[in-house]
């Protein structure tokens, strides 16, 4: 009689073992539900027109282009990335650029520079400049969303950034001179 009673209580533990197990992955599937709800709600995933997560394009100077012998090619609007942060930032999150826009990253110090495509959703052309404002490097039509270095051939200390094909369609070339003011600057580079 005691091992039928035991065997009885093992049964109904059993039971309420299995039941709560029940109640806790039921409870642990609505949990993750309920989350991933809230995520799309505050998220706005699906939503296409979502523009806080992009970046627009603020003009900050302008910057001109000439040949070797100083024949003016084109004028272009640029932003400027002058310190680390916009450095790092760059041209990333953004949806597009226009074709008379670039951004010029500045750095401290002439030496060799090196770019990449991480999280920029558009191709680009990439022209390193020496401190002279003579472009020593260009790299054509850029692949977005890569990893892949775009070195400079030479030292540089401006690397300016333009939509894809603008150097083949304004005839920009390396040993071409480019002269840039921008309003974030104490001096203009004239």
Not at 103 to 121: D, K
Request: hydrophobic share 35%; glycine share 4%; proline share 3%.
């Amino acid at each position: 009689m005691a091992q039928k009673k035991r065997k009885k209580k093992q049964e109904e533990t059993q039971l309420q073992k299995k039941s709560l197990k029940s109640l806790i992955m039921k409870a642990g599937i609505a949990t993750v539900a309920v989350l991933t709800a809230i995520f799309f709600i505050f998220n706005k995933c699906g939503d296409e027109n979502n523009d806080m997560q992009y970046y627009k394009f603020k003009k900050e100077g302008e910057l001109t282009f000439t040949d070797s012998t100083q024949n003016l090619k084109i004028k272009i609007n640029i932003e400027i990335a002058e310190d680390e942060y916009e450095r790092q930032l760059g041209l990333m999150n953004r949806q597009s650029m226009e074709e008379m826009q670039g951004m010029l990253f500045i750095f401290p110090e002439e030496r060799y520079q090196s770019f990449w495509m991480l999280n920029t959703l558009f191709s680009l052309d990439m022209l390193f400049i020496n401190k002279q404002n003579k472009i020593v490097t260009i790299h054509k039509n850029t692949t977005p969303l890569s990893q892949q270095s775009y070195p400079s051939s030479k030292p540089s200390i401006y690397v300016l950034e333009v939509v894809a094909g603008f150097t083949d369609r304004h005839n920009i070339k390396e040993g071409d001179v480019i002269y840039w003011m921008g309003s974030k600057l104490q001096k203009p580079n004239l």
